[in-house]
């Protein structure tokens, strides 16, 4: 199985976007997907794919309560479906992950055992044949430092960046370079890191001189698409499906945009050793005539 973390340093940057669509376009690829959204405040990955309903619901089981061996019920129920794509949708309780796992620690260290608060996504999804079910795993957790995050890498072992390419930007591409080895220390394992996509790319020459001095592959760089991504926000649904469902007339631009999605997809299937079944046209979108059943 391919896994990987969308992580980057800053919020707001479209990670939760470029999640959303790299997943597609693995799913429509042929491959079977599941993606684990980790974050604790709306506006997330569950919101989008409109599979959030149960966020609140205080009775419902959640991925929280079986990382901290509460489950109340089987891990397969916690599975939601959107587009094809497997969704272990964001609950509530993910505000207070750290607690529980705090908790959790403190009583197996009681006994003399050892637990580590990092490993139990891994965990989780070791014990319910996720590596073996799947052919990409995909976590999105928040970008700041917290449990969810180091969950999310412990269990995934790969980062993929989007990177704005501003003056904000600037100062962390001389972090890239540090940051998987600083995971990698403080997690005791090994981080690689995929590739950059810089989100937003404005072609100035500031943005150009910055790119240069990413120290890492940048397969493709996503230029301003806020029209089509506050459409996939609305009509919650991923860019894909946005072009093929709710605009009248294809643009150009939006269409190449989808194209690079496809190909970040296959860039990384092809770092991770993977071969998509049914790699479609980069950037192909049915007819919506052909499509309707
Ligand atoms: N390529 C893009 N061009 C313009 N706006 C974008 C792009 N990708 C995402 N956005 C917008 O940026 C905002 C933050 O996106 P989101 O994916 O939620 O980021 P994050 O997960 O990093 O917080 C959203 O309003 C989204 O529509
Ligand atoms: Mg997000």
Same mark, same amino acid.
């Given at each position: 199985?391919?896994?990987?973390?969308?992580?980057?340093?800053? /919020?707001?940057?479209?990670? +939760?976007?470029?999640?959303?669509?790299?997943?597609?376009?693995?799913?429509?690829?042929?491959?079977?997907?599941?993606? #684990?959204?980790?974050?604790?405040? !709306? &506006?997330?990955?569950?919101?989008?794919?409109?599979?959030?309903?149960?966020?609140?619901? $205080?009775?419902?089981?959640?991925?929280?309560?079986?990382?901290?061996? $509460?489950?109340?019920?089987?891990?397969?129920?916690?599975?939601?479906?959107?587009?094809?794509?497997?969704?272990?949708?964001?609950?509530?309780?993910? $505000?207070?992950?750290?607690?529980?796992?705090?908790?959790?620690?403190?009583?197996?260290?009681?006994?003399?055992?050892?637990?580590?608060?990092?490993?139990?996504?891994? %965990?989780?999804? /070791?014990?319910?044949?996720?590596?073996?079910?799947?052919?990409?795993?995909?976590?999105?957790?928040?970008?700041?430092?917290?449990?969810?995050?180091?969950?999310?890498?412990?269990?995934? %072992?790969?980062?993929?960046?989007?990177?704005?390419? $501003?003056?904000?930007?600037?100062?962390?591409?001389?972090?890239?370079?540090?940051?998987? +080895?600083? @995971?990698?220390?403080?997690?005791?394992?090994? #981080? &690689?890191?995929?590739? #950059?996509?810089?989100?937003?790319?404005?072609?100035?020459?500031?943005?150009?001189?910055?790119?240069?001095?990413?120290?890492?592959?940048?397969?493709?760089?996503? &230029?301003?698409?806020?029209?089509?991504?506050?459409? *996939?926000?609305?009509?919650? *649904?991923?860019? @894909?499906? @946005?072009?093929? +469902?709710?605009?009248?007339?294809? %643009? !150009?631009?939006?269409?190449?945009?989808?194209?690079?999605?496809?190909?970040?997809?296959? @860039?990384?299937?092809?770092?991770? /050793?993977?071969?998509?079944?049914?790699?479609?046209?980069? &950037?192909?979108?049915?007819? %919506?005539?052909?499509?309707?059943?």
């Amino acid at each position: 199985m391919l896994s990987y973390t969308v992580y980057s340093e800053a /919020g707001g940057v479209g990670k +939760t976007s470029l999640t959303a669509n790299v997943a597609k376009a693995h799913e429509r690829a042929g491959l079977d997907v599941l993606v #684990v959204p980790l974050d604790p405040q !709306d &506006g997330n990955f569950s919101r989008l794919f409109d599979v959030d309903d149960d966020r609140t619901d $205080s009775s419902a089981d959640s991925l929280v309560r079986h990382l901290v061996g $509460s489950p109340a019920g089987n891990f397969e129920d916690l599975i939601r479906t959107a587009e094809g794509i497997d969704i272990i949708p964001e609950h509530n309780t993910l $505000s207070d992950l750290s607690d529980h796992l705090a908790r959790e620690k403190s009583r197996a260290e009681d006994f003399g055992d050892a637990y580590n608060i990092y490993a139990q996504l891994r %965990r989780v999804l /070791g014990e319910n044949d996720v590596p073996e079910r799947y052919d990409v795993l995909i976590c999105d957790p928040p970008a700041t430092e917290s449990d969810h995050l180091y969950n999310a890498i412990y269990a995934t %072992r790969n980062l993929l960046i989007p990177f704005e390419p $501003s003056a904000k930007g600037e100062a962390s591409v001389e972090g890239l370079e540090q940051l998987a +080895t600083n @995971f990698a220390d403080q997690l005791s394992i090994d #981080v &690689g890191v995929l590739g #950059v996509i810089p989100i937003g790319y404005k072609n100035t020459k500031d943005q150009k001189e910055i790119l240069d001095q990413v120290p890492f592959e940048v397969p493709e760089v996503i &230029g301003d698409r806020t029209s089509m991504m506050e459409g *996939c926000w609305r009509q919650q *649904c991923s860019a @894909f499906e @946005f072009v093929r +469902t709710h605009r009248s007339t294809r %643009r !150009d631009y939006e269409v190449e945009t989808l194209a690079q999605f496809d190909r970040i997809a296959r @860039f990384i299937e092809a770092q991770g /050793g993977v071969e998509a079944p049914n790699p479609l046209e980069p &950037g192909f979108v049915a007819e %919506r005539e052909e499509v309707t059943l």
